[in-house]
C-alpha cells in the first residue's frame, strides 16, 4: 500500500528569507489571478477552456512584459504550480465538488509549492530544509520526518510561515489489531455519540472564544484601515483565529485516532454540512424567520467540524487496516432500533427517546448510533437502504466508504 502523509513544522526564516517568501506568495497569486482573469475573458468570448499547458505558455511572456520582470525572481516551478491549481479547481467546479474559482486577495492563503524533490535538501540532524532562491532555512523539528520526499509547500498563517513536507512510503496492508464495529452519531450537545452508550463532549472552540475575538474585531474596526494601528489590531484578530483552529484540529485528531485505533468498522452518519448550516435569511419578497436562533445553531454546527473528523477517520482507519462507512442519516433518531417502528412522536425531547410502538426508552443519540451501526450493516450484507424491506443493488449509490492510502 503507497501512504502519503504529510508533516508540517514552523520556519524560522530570516528577515530577507520572511520577504522573499512574500514576494514568492504574491507573484503565485499573481500568476493565478491574472489565468482567471484570462479564463473568463476566454469563456465571455465563446471560446473553449484553456488547459494547463496552453496558459503556462504564457508565463515566459508576461515575465517579459513591462512592468512584470518582477516574475522572474519567483521560482519557475511554484509559478507554474499556481497554474495547475487554477486547473485542479476547474476541474472541481465541473464536477460540482467546489463553487466557481475566485480571485485570490493578498494576506489570505498565502503559498506557494516546491513540486520537483530533487531540488529540495531536508537536512534533519541539523534542523533546516534547502529550498531554491531561499537557501537554507531553519525549522522548529518536532518529528522525524518518514517516507521518500515528493514536495514541499510554503504557506503563511497568522503571521507565521509553515513548511510542509510531504512524503511517499510504501507499506504492507494493515491487518486490524481490533475486530469491533460501531456506529457514530455526530451532535452539537453531544459532539460523538456512539452505539455502546459512550459520547465525547464538544470542545466548542469557537464558543470559547467567542467573545474575546469580538472585542477585537471591534476594536480592529475603529482602526484607520491599513494605518500601523490596525495592523497590529489585525494580528490580534489573526492569532485568536489561529489559537481557535489549533484547538479544533488538536481535539478532532486526538479524537479520531482514538476511534480508529479502538475499532476495525466504524459507520458514521453521512450528514450534509452545507445544507444544515444554509441561511435562513430568506429573500426581500419571502424574509425568513427565526434567522438569530437559526445563524447561533449554524455556528455551532461549523464550530464542531463534522467533515474534518470525517476525513481524519477515512486514512487513519485505512492505515490501521480499518474501514469508514458513511451511511444516510435519515430519520436515524426517530427510528426505534427495537421494533423499527419510524415516529417524530418517538423522539419526546432533544435528548430523550420513548417509542410509542414498543415503549423502548434511551438517548435519542444513543438511538442514533445504533442505527448508524445497523444501516451500516445491512449496506455491507446486501445494499439495503435505511428503511428495512428496501434494498438497492448498487452498494456504492447507498453509502460511501473512504479507504485512503
Not at 488547459?51 to 519557475?76: D, F, I, Q, T
Request: proline share 4%.
Amino acid at each position: 500500500m503507497i501512504r502519503l502523509q504529510a508533516f508540517k513544522y514552523e520556519l524560522m526564516p530570516t528577515g530577507e528569507q520572511a520577504r522573499d517568501m512574500r514576494r514568492f506568495a504574491g507573484s503565485c497569486r499573481f500568476v493565478y489571478n491574472k489565468a482567471l482573469a484570462m479564463q473568463k475573458d476566454n469563456h465571455a468570448q465563446g471560446n473553449k477552456f484553456i488547459g494547463y499547458v496552453a496558459m503556462a505558455a504564457n508565463l515566459p511572456v508576461w515575465k517579459r512584459e513591462a512592468g512584470m520582470k518582477w516574475l522572474k525572481a519567483a521560482p519557475s516551478q511554484a509559478l507554474q504550480h499556481a497554474l495547475k491549481d487554477l486547473e485542479k479547481a476547474y476541474k472541481n467546479f465541473f464536477e460540482k465538488r467546489a463553487g466557481f474559482p475566485c480571485f485570490k486577495r493578498k494576506g489570505c492563503g498565502d503559498s506557494f509549492r516546491y513540486p520537483d524533490p530533487k531540488q529540495i535538501r531536508l537536512d534533519e540532524a541539523n534542523n533546516r530544509i534547502f529550498l531554491p532562491k531561499l537557501g537554507w532555512l531553519r525549522y522548529r523539528n518536532s518529528r522525524r520526518v518518514q517516507g521518500e520526499l515528493r514536495n514541499v509547500t510554503v504557506s503563511r498563517s497568522g503571521g507565521k510561515w509553515y513548511v510542509a513536507v510531504q512524503t511517499q512510503c510504501e507499506v504492507e496492508q494493515p491487518l486490524p489489531t481490533v475486530t469491533t464495529a460501531i456506529g457514530i452519531d455526530v451532535g452539537i450537545a453531544r459532539f460523538v455519540t456512539m452505539s455502546d452508550g459512550a459520547f465525547i463532549a464538544p470542545l466548542n472552540s469557537f464558543k470559547k472564544h467567542q467573545r474575546r475575538l469580538a472585542r477585537y474585531q471591534r476594536r480592529m474596526s475603529r482602526k484607520v484601515k491599513f494605518s500601523s494601528n490596525w495592523k497590529k489590531a489585525k494580528a490580534r484578530v489573526q492569532k485568536m483565529h489561529t489559537r481557535i483552529a489549533n484547538a479544533r484540529k488538536d481535539f478532532l485528531h486526538k479524537t479520531s485516532t482514538t476511534i480508529s485505533k479502538n475499532h476495525a468498522l466504524v459507520c458514521i452518519e453521512d450528514v450534509q454540512v452545507k445544507n444544515m448550516s444554509r441561511s435562513a435569511k430568506g429573500t426581500v419578497e419571502q424574509p425568513g424567520s427565526k434567522v438569530r436562533q437559526k445563524s447561533g445553531l449554524n455556528r455551532a454546527i461549523l464550530d464542531q467540524g463534522w467533515g474534518e473528523l470525517r476525513r481524519q477517520l477515512g486514512y487513519k482507519l485505512a492505515w490501521n487496516g480499518g474501514m469508514l462507512l458513511a451511511v444516510p442519516s435519515h430519520h436515524t433518531s426517530q427510528t426505534c432500533p427495537a421494533c423499527g417502528h419510524v415516529s417524530p412522536d418517538n423522539r419526546r425531547t432533544q435528548a430523550q427517546f420513548l417509542c410509542v410502538d414498543c415503549g423502548y426508552k434511551n438517548h435519542a443519540d444513543v438511538v442514533g448510533a445504533i442505527n448508524v451501526l445497523a444501516r451500516g450493516h445491512r449496506v455491507l450484507a446486501c445494499g439495503e437502504l435505511a428503511q428495512s424491506g428496501c434494498s438497492m443493488k448498487q452498494e456504492p449509490t447507498v453509502a460511501t466508504t473512504q479507504m485512503t492510502a
